[in-house]
């Protein structure tokens, strides 16, 4: 090899490593924010930038597709220490992460969120009020129905989930994933007390694999049920929009959502069967190996009146503040209902199980007549 | 029997303008001429395989002028020998006739020669073959373009005496 | 070969393999480490899972009519274009063959909007989507017929088939199908209609928009890629890419072993004429060039027509208005969503470094596989097999492989190490570098080369100013290959861009897409940013046609 061969070597290994070596570790700096969410409505622009002129952080997000990615991303990562602050964890995979050993505790003042001497409807820190995770919004997961269609006359209106498994439903109830979507799975969690699960465990499986037969539609994420399919919502005036579905799952006051925007009226209505609702909260998490401090901010930030209060109107949930209620505007109260005997499950229960019931519902959706 | 009247054919110049032949059952025309003056031209046109520009073309008292080529009855051997390199020199041979392919091949002198691939033929085989096809082929007529211009001169010499004795 | 060719081709091997071989073994041994080594439960447990079941039927079935409507939509506008002549057939067989470098995601908005509400308005009922998938890939692949099949058709000595006009048994149509066209054009139908099996097979981008609730392999591993290799943790994702991989792999290696015998079949004994003799007009070839070239830039058009029509949200109806906004929104981004300069910019490195890297070691490996054939043949076929390798492998897989081996290796590499795509495209991208520079090294004559040596040129003045000059052609259009593809790649970037900063444009395009319909400006941004990527991919594609060899019969 003669020496210009080796020079040329040489000079194309100078050119080379060094842009690569510079990329491997990237110090993150003190003043960044890192937030992995889903598509959260709350977390606005405005919002932010509102947030980042008060601290003088730099906020960056991480999209992922739905809340089950979340947990996964946040698997996946453990120790890298690239997000601090996780949110859109529900309680029905709260469990888990903590199990799991991901998340950091924090310092934050609770005492204005609605806790277990509330007199509020619904108490925030019911399933958890640990340091690990903070709630910012709540609801209740339940059935919607079209009620111009499902009207007692062309289709009646279901007393009873095994309603569902008749051939007038067929095709026509649409439902999200309780592997990838949170209303999904915490509906999977109330069919599961429905179901009486501790005593009987064949009617869960037997009631989905009924459902299957009966073509059920089970998408991977909320909006695509509720737009996409469910004929009593907005989805009608999207792109893409099917309208097979006159049932599906969201949340108790999404009627009163839909009220509020159409000017005070709404067709859609929620199913008030016993133990089929199911209370959710979400969550927002310090990530273990992140900056806890400038994740404390933002979830500080999240609580607070001015944001908090906000949320029945920014991102369509119940606020999770001892004394807030829905707008009365345009029958967004009106029309949103407390379920009168919601679904009951324990927290550690779910912890405990989470992972055995998924496999079950597999087991089930995959079982053919 | 084949009677051409008034051919006339031009591309930039005119090539031919009002020819006619006449030839009689086993007759043997040659056609003689510089090259390029449009020789393959006329045969190409005499068997259908181009437009005359005029006249006509009569093949046993019926007007085959525009009759398309495959159904004219006229043979051609093309100025390099048309072989199928898929077929073997057999399957060549069954493009004119399914039998009597060893009574041909030992015609043109190629004995034994059924099973071989067309890829290993030498010029001169290649395009004894080609005519034990065209032969089989039994036409009417029979156009000749050049055949033996690729091969030497003693090859050229023998197949042309073949070629006279067999027709 | 000397020393110094020696030299740098056993480091091109290395280094091909380092970043191709190693981070897949280290995937494939941490989901084995989760999953065990027993492939039977791996397949089964495609079965097993609602999330994948019926996604290996699937995947076959909607390849194997994907192939047929292919052909039967491209061969007769192969066998048109070949046949006779057209005005301005360069600019035309460019057309027809251009959707083959359209990346696939933006097929997929194309697609959308043709059966959407502003369109045929079919997607409403669900028996729809599946034809729209058939014909998606039947779009995208039409594009190899024309290739395998047209030069074929154009080149073929019409001797050929006056001959048969002239004797007996050449006389019926049916009979020149059987001696002639059939032979001949067999070997073409045969390979096209593999790598359209393959194309189809491995689909992902198109499949996961069209086709929302049926899944094929390839998206199916997509799909639960994030929750794959994790010990203790939704073990069944790890199962599901095994099994996934194992078939895709064993499918994959099938096609590209009868591509090669195909291949070898098609070294053609057929005499050439050149395209220069005169063929004919056929003004009624007009019935099938029109509607094929209509058929072409329909979802094309319909992508650029979308990212100006906005649904007018203040009206609960389906009216539209015309407007940029959807490009500004594009523009602008938000906390959520990078800037489409921000994905541009990433696209536009990404591809320069995968350029900067696959470029040289596919041409290294190329030239040392050519030299080998010289004396040790059979070293050099495996050499040529061993670049081959990543054919075999699916985006999903390479992505997969890259992630999950360099988690194993650095773990925060993944989520740090910003040109962790690059890696995936190097990948992908280097079999075809050798694909395209290979063959033009066999053609290059000898004699020239020969000649610069007893003239008394060094090696190195030979290289580049021999050498290099005139292999120009074809390294532009490897240049221009490699860009292409990694700025349209979707399937391995979908998995290993873990870090939203990372976003290149096709990432950006499915993003906004996914974004909730209830915004009116969800589809006409995500049809902005694909068009400016398929205005990009549409350049590169021009350029290559101008530089490409007609003589050369491969797939570029």
């Known amino acids: ?369 | 029997m084949l009677s051409c009247v008034n051919l006339s054919k031009k591309y930039d110049k005119i090539l031919f303008n009002e020819l006619n032949i006449n030839l009689e059952k086993g007759e043997i025309l040659a056609i003689i001429g510089p090259s390029g003056c449009g020789k393959t031209t006329l045969l190409r046109c005499i068997c259908g395989l181009e437009e005359l520009d005029s006249g006509k073309i009569l093949l046993n008292g019926d007007d085959i002028t525009k009759i398309p080529a495959e159904e004219r009855g006229i043979g051609l051997l093309f100025q390099k020998p048309v072989l199928y390199p898929h077929l073997s020199v057999s399957g060549n041979l069954s493009l004119a006739s399914h039998s009597n392919h060893e009574k041909a091949l030992v015609e043109v002198g190629l004995p034994n020669f059924e099973d071989r691939d067309v890829d290993t033929l030498s010029g001169g085989e290649g395009q004894r073959v080609a005519l034990a096809r065209a032969l089989l082929a039994n036409p009417n007529v029979l156009l000749l373009d050049e055949p033996f211009s690729a091969l030497d001169l003693d090859m050229s010499i023998k197949l042309i005496n073949d070629v006279r004795a067999l027709l | 070969m000397t020393n110094f060719q020696r030299f740098f081709g056993i480091l091109a091997v290395f280094i091909y393999t380092a970043i191709t071989i190693i981070p897949i073994v280290f995937a494939i041994d941490r989901l084995v480490f989760v999953s065990g080594i027993n492939p039977m439960l791996w397949i089964q447990s495609l079965d097993q899972n609602f999330v994948s079941q019926n996604s290996i039927a699937f995947t076959f079935v909607q390849a194997f009519f994907s192939t047929i409507l292919t052909v039967l939509i491209g061969f007769p506008v192969a066998w048109v274009l070949g046949r006779y002549s057209w005005p301005f057939k360069p600019f035309l067989r460019s057309i027809l063959t251009l959707p083959f470098v359209i990346p696939a995601i933006i097929a997929a908005m194309g697609f959308l909007t043709i059966t959407g509400p502003y369109g045929l308005d079919v997607r409403t009922d669900e028996s729809t989507w599946w034809w729209t998938l058939i014909f998606s890939h039947a779009w995208f692949n039409i594009a190899l017929i024309i290739r395998f099949c047209e030069p074929v058709l154009s080149t073929l000595n019409p001797n050929f088939e006056e001959q048969l006009l002239l004797l007996p048994n050449g006389v019926t149509f049916l009979s020149r199908l059987k001696n002639l066209w059939i032979p001949i054009l067999t070997p073409a139908i045969a390979a096209a209609s593999c790598m359209t099996f393959v194309f189809s097979f491995t689909s992902f981008a198109l499949v996961k928009w069209i086709t929302v609730r049926d899944k094929t392999l390839e998206s199916t591993m997509a799909e639960v890629s994030s929750s794959a290799g994790i010990q203790g943790y939704m073990e069944s994702s790890s199962d599901i890419v095994l099994g996934a991989s194992l078939i895709q792999f064993l499918v994959l290696l099938a096609s590209l072993w009868l591509m090669s015998f195909l291949q070898l079949r098609r070294q053609t004994k057929w005499h050439q004429a050149s395209e220069l003799f005169v063929q004919n007009k056929n003004t009624k070839g007009w019935l099938v060039l029109a509607p094929a070239i209509f058929f072409v830039q329909l979802p094309i058009t319909s992508v650029i027509l979308g990212s100006f029509r906005i649904r007018d949200a203040n009206e609960n109806s389906n009216s539209f208005k015309w407007s940029t906004e959807g490009w500004s929104e594009a523009f602008q981004g938000s906390y959520s969503f990078p800037p489409l300069s921000d994905a541009l910019f990433n696209s536009l490195i990404y591809s320069f470094g995968t350029l900067i890297i696959a470029l040289p070691l596919g041409y290294i490996l190329a030239s040392t596989i050519h030299k080998l054939e010289e004396n040790n043949s059979n070293l050099s076929r495996i050499l040529e097999m061993y670049t081959m390798l990543p054919f075999a492998l699916s985006a999903a897989m390479i992505g997969l492989g890259v992630m999950l081996g360099i988690i194993k290796f650095n773990p925060s590499a993944a989520y740090d190490f910003r040109f962790l795509p690059v890696l995936a495209h190097v990948i992908i991208t280097v079999p075809f570098v050798v694909r395209i520079i290979l063959p033009a090294l066999r053609s290059f004559d000898l004699s020239y080369d020969e000649n610069a040596k007893v003239l008394g040129m060094s090696n190195f003045s030979r290289f580049f100013k021999i050498k290099l000059p005139l292999m120009k052609g074809s390294i532009l259009v490897a240049t221009v290959f490699t860009l292409a593809m990694s700025l349209g790649e979707f399937g391995a970037s979908f998995i290993v861009a873990r870090n939203s900063e990372w976003i290149t444009l096709p990432l950006l395009i499915d993003s906004l897409r996914g974004k909730p319909m209830k915004d009116p400006l969800t589809v006409p941004s995500s049809n902005a940013v694909a068009t400016v990527l398929m205005l990009i991919t549409i350049i590169l594609f021009l350029i290559v046609e101008k530089f490409r060899n007609t003589k050369d019969r491969g797939m570029f």
């Not at chain 1, 465990?201 to 909320?222: L, P, Q």
């Not at chain 1, 273990?288 to 609580?303: D, P, V, W």
Request: charged share 20%; aromatic share 12%; with cysteine.
């Open chain 1, 1 to 369: 090899m003669n020496f210009s061969n080796l020079s040329m070597l040489v000079i194309a290994c100078l050119i080379l490593f060094p842009s690569f070596s510079g990329c491997i570790s990237e110090d993150r700096s003190d003043n960044e924010l890192v937030i992995l969410t889903y598509d959260v409505n709350a977390l606005s622009d405005s919002m932010i930038s509102k947030f980042e002129n008060n601290t003088g952080l730099e906020v960056k997000m991480i999209k992922v597709e739905d809340s089950g990615s979340i947990l996964s991303y946040l698997i996946q990562n453990k120790g890298s220490g690239n997000v601090d602050l996780a949110i859109g964890l529900d309680n029905t995979y709260l469990p888990t992460a903590i199990e799991l050993d991901l998340l950091e505790e924090v310092s934050i003042v609770k005492d204005s969120i609605s806790g277990m001497n509330s007199s509020s409807e619904m108490q925030a820190l019911g399933p958890y009020d640990g340091n690990l995770a903070t709630p910012f919004d709540m609801g209740y997961i339940c059935l919607n129905y079209d009620s111009s269609i499902v009207d007692g006359l062309n289709f009646t209106i279901p007393t009873s989930l095994w309603n569902l498994t008749e051939p007038e439903w067929k095709g026509k109830v649409a439902l999200p994933s309780p592997i990838t979507s949170s209303p999904g799975r915490g509906f999977m969690l109330a069919t599961l007390d429905y179901f009486d699960w501790q005593n009987n465990g064949e009617d869960f499986s037997n009631w989905w694999t009924a459902m299957k037969d009966n073509d059920v539609i089970i998408t991977s994420g909320w909006s695509e049920a509720y737009e996409t399919h469910y004929t009593g919502g907005y989805g009608e005036f999207t792109e893409g929009y099917i309208g097979d579905a006159h049932i599906t799952v969201s949340y108790c006051h999404s009627p009163g959502v839909e009220s509020w925007y159409n000017g005070n009226w709404t067709k859609s209505a929620s199913l008030d069967i016993d133990n089929t609702a199911f209370f959710q909260v979400e969550y927002a998490s310090a990530i273990k190996g992140g900056n806890s401090g400038n994740a404390e901010k933002f979830i500080q930030y999240l609580i607070s009146s001015e944001v908090n209060s906000q949320m029945p109107v920014e991102n369509l949930m119940y606020s999770v503040l001892e004394g807030q209620k829905l707008p009365e505007e345009n029958g967004y109260r009106f029309n949103s209902i407390i379920p009168s005997n919601p679904a009951d499950i324990d927290n550690v229960d779910i912890g405990k199980n989470m992972e055995i019931w998924l496999e079950e519902w597999n087991e089930a959706m995959i079982k053919s007549d």
